[in-house]
């Protein structure tokens, strides 16, 4: 889904859950989430012990916090690590991460406003439970001044294995987040 407003276009909120998570189907294999949770788990792997628990939140998470129905619902302070701390190999890995969502609405100027030097240096990454992105319970989410995006691993509803939930919305761009019920 995409909104417009005049030349702007936002593809955001982007909701995605998968299970299983990968499948066979007409011969040919798919995992739909992988790149998303491999950008994320690489931004996570690239810190050193100091910086991964500088960006451990004291809270665990049971899904995404800003989910649907959750429309404008950030929280007000920042948590986690600053991602201007980081080096700039890391902060390349913060940035394929928050392309492997932002990839879906290229042309749109979504990425590309979310990773500039300015943008960067007022935008957080913050994990909870487990770093690995494998075990049930883990949380990473990225925060910036209009990005935010997040990945749970949930255990399976129809299969036994783990599987994801996942956003990424623009906290100004969010189609829901500019009406009022």
Do not use: C
């Amino acid at each position: 889904m995409a909104s417009v407003t005049g030349s702007y276009v936002s593809m955001t909120p982007n909701f995605v859950g998968v299970e299983p998570l990968s499948f066979t189907y007409g011969g040919t294999a798919y995992t739909p989430m992988q790149t998303r949770h491999d950008t994320l788990a690489a931004m996570l792997s690239g810190l050193s012990s100091t910086q991964l628990a500088s960006a451990k939140l004291s809270q665990a998470y049971d899904d995404v916090l800003v989910g649907p129905q959750e429309d404008g619902d950030f929280p007000s302070t920042q948590s986690g690590l600053a991602v201007s701390s980081l080096s700039s190999t890391q902060q390349a890995l913060v940035k394929a991460a928050i392309n492997a969502y932002a990839a879906d609405a290229n042309g749109t100027g979504q990425s590309d406003a979310y990773t500039t030097d300015t943008a960067l240096a007022s935008t957080y990454i913050a994990w909870a439970s487990y770093s690995d992105l494998s075990t049930k319970g883990s949380y990473v989410r990225i925060d910036g001044p209009r990005v935010w995006i997040e990945l749970s691993v949930q255990s399976g509803v129809v299969y036994s294995a783990n599987h994801y939930h996942s956003i990424w919305r623009d906290k100004t761009a969010d189609y829901g987040g500019n009406f009022t019920f």
